[in-house]
């Protein structure tokens, strides 16, 4: 019986493990922060550009952000700034 718990918790382990992961390549996820700032993160199939664009038009009402700035963390996007 003790060596069934320990199995079933290995198992449980690695399932686990196996859905912690960076974003895909495509995702994407930008949050409005108010008063003009956003925040958000995406894979790395977007390109600095792709990410303006989608950021202006989803957040700044069709212009491009003033303020962008673009780091890259643990194999994708992060993004923050201001219309």
Excluded: Y
């Excluded at 718990?5 to 949050?31: E, H, Q, R, W, Y």
């Excluded at 664009?53 to 994708?76: E, H, I, T, Y």
Aim: charged share 20%; glycine share 14%.
């Amino acid at each position: 019986m003790r060596d069934l718990k320990f199995a079933l918790t290995l198992a449980t382990c690695a399932i686990l493990a196996g859905c912690v992961s960076s974003p895909a390549g495509n995702k994407l996820s930008i949050d409005n922060d108010g008063g003009g700032k956003f925040s958000g993160h995406a894979g790395m199939d977007w390109t600095q550009d792709e990410l303006k664009k989608m950021v202006g038009a989803q957040v700044c009402g069709g212009s491009a952000p003033r303020n962008f700035d673009l780091k890259v963390m643990s194999g994708f996007w992060l993004f923050h700034g201001t219309c």
